[in-house]
Nanobody, 129 residues
Framework: QPQLVESGGGLVQPGGSLRLSCAAS????????IGWFRQAPGKEREGVSC????????YYADSVKGRFTISRDRAKNTVYLQMNSLKPEDTAVYYC??????????????????????WGQGNQVTVSS
């Protein structure tokens, strides 16, 4: 059964870094766009960053531009989200998701939950001193 498994979350101080991993089992990510989303208590799930199936296009929410980097490792069938200069407002449950989409993902409209069919279980990230 296809699965996405996130890892790498945890507690970090403001200004610190974390790297989230999204590993796929049961299918290859090569033909899927991958997105990272987050949901804080009382807020809607929002798109943080997305990468196209061929890695040629990416999207970053304005709130994370210059601090977060999305990348994919085809050999490991894994997508990463490197998060630097973390702020308390980055605190949320982070989800990765896959969409069977071969086109560009470089827009807020595409990097949105309705685009994505397969979801991981979520991983808590807490930024606090």
């Amino acid at each position: 059964q296809p699965q996405l498994v996130e890892s790498g979350g945890g507690l970090v101080q403001p200004g610190g870094s974390l790297r989230l991993s999204c590993a796929a089992s049961g299918f290859t990510l090569d033909y899927y766009a991958i997105g990272w989303f987050r949901q804080a208590p009382g807020k809607e799930r929002e798109g943080v960053s997305c990468i196209s199936s061929n890695g040629g296009s990416t999207y970053y929410a304005d709130s994370v531009k210059g601090r977060f980097t999305i990348s994919r490792d085809r050999a490991k069938n894994t997508v990463y989200l490197q998060m630097n200069s973390l702020k308390p407002e980055d605190t949320a449950v982070y989800y990765c998701a896959a969409a069977a989409w071969l086109g560009s993902i470089a827009s807020q409209a595409m990097c949105a939950p309705p685009t994505f069919a397969f979801w991981g279980q979520g991983n808590q990230v807490t930024v606090s001193s």
